[in-house]
């Protein structure tokens, strides 16, 4: 049931552009009745797991050759990272008729030659491509598609037979997700997920860890670190190739649950419903305008102000964001001591919480700097000719602002906000002016100091208030 309501035709039958198909009596027609959920779970019998650790708590994988095998142990999950396979002795190869499909799988089949009959069934149903293409312009553009949209990438997955990447990109390069703000509807747009905004967040402030990929485990010399976390010995050559997609000096992010502060934690949604519905919507204005709303499910009163200060936590916590404390649970043994296993590399009790640069050599220093640094050393100073400048300090507040808006906001504040700032004199219907002025004025008595801790402190300050007001603001919350 969950492959075809969910994962291809949905419920019931649709045009190629998204609207229902209507019977004689002017109702929908459904995709699928119970008759056909019985014939389809009887393609699904037979199949378990191809690989398993064994012994259960090794990273030694072997062949699964028991069709009741368990989950195994926590730690090990081989079985989950392989692809299952069919066990022909607990395999149904009876004839299977699902009817309002219009499928017939004949009998004596494999367990293969069943699952690929019926995917290939589902893969090119009609409602397929308009079902699964609506699917992904609400979660990567808008919340509302037009008819016209939903036509269009529906007609590049035809065309490409299905291929992803085809359909993403016909989807991402449409007119309706590219127009200027100016001439979309009001309609237009979509919430963005609340985890979804954090991680462009720690993106655009490259945000780390101390936790090195590349780390050698000293109680296993021959095994990098993640062979430990995702691969067993006999795939160190492929940990390697991954390995070297990676830059020089790339960090692990680890990240605790965050259910409370975020409403969602990664690969953790509580149902295969996801967190929402794609048909939510609003009960209001937005309700009886016949707009919908997904994301707004999960956000409330409360859930608004916790994102807000998770937010607060990453920019202004000095130790960085806590993420997986590595002393503590599991990583620890009975007799108090790092766990040999969790923390083979004795990391400090820190080293896995999250970190935004905020010194001169970050993105959104290089931004202020470039006007507030004249002589090249990476910091402002007396030797400056912009040092205690007022007019250079709100342009280097300016390119910041800017900078930010751009990653955070796709550059709506500086497109629709633009023109008229004065320095120091604020519009109160100008959400760019606020900002720009609310940075500049920060610490606004120390830019004459001299000592290069007054200017880096303030240097980190304003980068924090940039980032903290735009990565908070309705045009970074709110995806155009």
Same mark, same amino acid.
């Given at each position: 049931?969950?492959?075809?309501?969910?994962?291809?035709?949905?419920?019931?039958?649709?045009?190629?552009?998204?609207?229902?198909?209507?019977?004689?009596?002017?109702?929908?027609?459904?995709?699928?009745?119970?008759?056909?959920?019985?014939?389809?779970?009887?393609?699904?019998?037979?199949?378990?797991?191809?690989?398993?650790?064994?012994?259960?708590?090794?990273?030694? #994988?072997?062949?699964?050759?028991?069709?009741?095998?368990?989950?195994?142990?926590?730690?090990?999950?081989?079985?989950?990272?392989?692809?299952?396979?069919?066990?022909?002795?607990?395999?149904?190869?009876?004839?299977?008729?699902?009817?309002?499909?219009?499928?017939?799988?004949?009998?004596?089949?494999?367990?293969?030659?069943?699952?690929?009959?019926?995917?290939?069934?589902?893969?090119?149903?009609?409602?397929?491509?308009?079902?699964?293409?609506?699917?992904?312009?609400?979660?990567?553009?808008?919340?509302?598609?037009?008819?016209?949209?939903?036509?269009?990438?529906?007609?590049?997955?035809?065309?490409?037979?299905?291929?992803?990447?085809?359909?993403?990109?016909?989807?991402?390069?449409?007119?309706?997700?590219?127009?200027?703000?100016?001439?979309?509807?009001?309609?237009?747009?979509?919430?963005?997920?609340?985890?979804?905004?954090?991680?462009?967040?720690?993106?655009?402030?490259?945000?780390?860890?101390?936790?090195?990929?590349?780390?050698?485990?000293?109680?296993?010399?021959?095994?990098?670190?993640?062979?430990?976390?995702?691969?067993?010995?006999?795939?160190?050559?492929?940990?390697?190739?991954?390995?070297?997609?990676?830059?020089?000096?790339?960090?692990?992010?680890?990240?605790?649950?965050?259910?409370?502060?975020?409403?969602?934690?990664?690969?953790?949604?509580?149902?295969?419903?996801?967190?929402?519905?794609?048909?939510?919507?609003?009960?209001?204005?937005?309700?009886?305008?016949?707009?919908?709303?997904?994301?707004?499910?999960?956000?409330?009163?409360?859930? #608004?102000?916790?994102?807000?200060?998770?937010?607060?936590?990453?920019?202004?916590?000095?130790?960085?964001?806590?993420?997986?404390?590595?002393?503590?649970?599991?990583?620890?043994?009975?007799?108090?001591?790092?766990?040999?296993?969790?923390?083979?590399?004795?990391?400090?009790?820190?080293?896995?919480?999250?970190?935004?640069?905020?010194?001169?050599?970050?993105?959104?220093?290089?931004?202020?700097?470039?006007?507030?640094?004249?002589?090249?050393?990476?910091?402002?100073?007396?030797?400056?000719?912009?040092?205690?400048?007022?007019?250079?300090?709100?342009?280097?507040?300016?390119?910041?602002?800017?900078?930010?808006?751009?990653?955070?906001?796709?550059?709506?504040?500086?497109?629709?906000?633009?023109?008229?700032?004065?320095?120091?004199?604020?519009?109160?219907?100008?959400?760019?002016?606020?900002?720009?002025?609310?940075?500049?004025?920060?610490?606004?008595?120390?830019?004459?100091?001299?000592?290069?801790?007054?200017?880096?402190?303030?240097?980190?300050?304003?980068?924090?208030?940039?980032?903290?007001?735009?990565?908070?603001?309705?045009?970074?919350?709110?995806?155009?």
């Amino acid at each position: 049931r969950e492959v075809m309501q969910l994962f291809s035709i949905g419920l019931v039958q649709l045009h190629e552009d998204g609207s229902l198909k209507l019977n004689d009596q002017g109702l929908p027609d459904p995709t699928y009745l119970q008759d056909d959920i019985s014939a389809v779970s009887r393609v699904f019998t037979g199949w378990s797991f191809s690989k398993i650790n064994e012994p259960r708590d090794s990273d030694t #994988v072997v062949d699964n050759t028991r069709f009741t095998y368990g989950n195994g142990a926590h730690y090990y999950q081989a079985q989950w990272s392989n692809r299952m396979k069919n066990f022909p002795d607990f395999h149904d190869t009876g004839e299977k008729i699902i009817p309002t499909l219009g499928l017939t799988i004949a009998a004596n089949g494999d367990g293969e030659s069943d699952m690929d009959a019926l995917m290939v069934h589902l893969a090119s149903h009609s409602n397929t491509a308009p079902f699964i293409c609506r699917r992904l312009i609400q979660r990567l553009v808008t919340s509302n598609p037009s008819a016209g949209y939903i036509y269009r990438a529906t007609q590049a997955w035809k065309s490409s037979n299905g291929n992803l990447g085809t359909v993403c990109k016909a989807i991402l390069l449409d007119y309706e997700a590219r127009s200027p703000v100016a001439t979309t509807p009001i309609s237009y747009g979509k919430k963005k997920e609340p985890i979804v905004h954090f991680v462009a967040l720690c993106r655009a402030l490259s945000a780390t860890t101390l936790l090195p990929i590349a780390d050698i485990n000293p109680a296993v010399t021959t095994i990098a670190d993640l062979s430990t976390y995702a691969y067993s010995p006999s795939n160190l050559t492929r940990f390697t190739a991954d390995l070297a997609k990676f830059p020089a000096n790339a960090y692990r992010v680890r990240l605790t649950h965050t259910d409370l502060a975020l409403g969602q934690s990664p690969l953790a949604a509580p149902s295969v419903f996801n967190w929402f519905l794609p048909d939510f919507s609003v009960v209001g204005p937005l309700a009886d305008a016949g707009l919908l709303t997904p994301e707004f499910q999960i956000a409330n009163e409360i859930s #608004v102000v916790t994102n807000v200060n998770y937010h607060y936590a990453l920019l202004y916590n000095d130790h960085g964001l806590f993420a997986s404390n590595l002393h503590n649970q599991n990583a620890q043994d009975l007799n108090g001591d790092p766990h040999p296993l969790y923390n083979p590399y004795q990391y400090g009790e820190d080293d896995d919480h999250l970190r935004v640069n905020l010194t001169g050599t970050s993105a959104m220093g290089q931004a202020y700097l470039a006007i507030m640094d004249t002589n090249g050393d990476d910091k402002v100073s007396p030797t400056d000719t912009t040092f205690d400048d007022r007019p250079s300090i709100i342009a280097a507040c300016v390119a910041l602002v800017d900078h930010l808006d751009l990653l955070l906001c796709s550059g709506r504040l500086k497109s629709e906000y633009a023109a008229g700032y004065i320095p120091d004199v604020v519009r109160p219907s100008n959400p760019r002016d606020i900002i720009i002025d609310t940075v500049a004025n920060y610490s606004k008595g120390l830019d004459d100091n001299i000592d290069d801790e007054s200017q880096a402190a303030v240097l980190k300050g304003r980068q924090r208030l940039a980032a903290y007001l735009i990565s908070t603001s309705p045009y970074a919350l709110i995806q155009k």
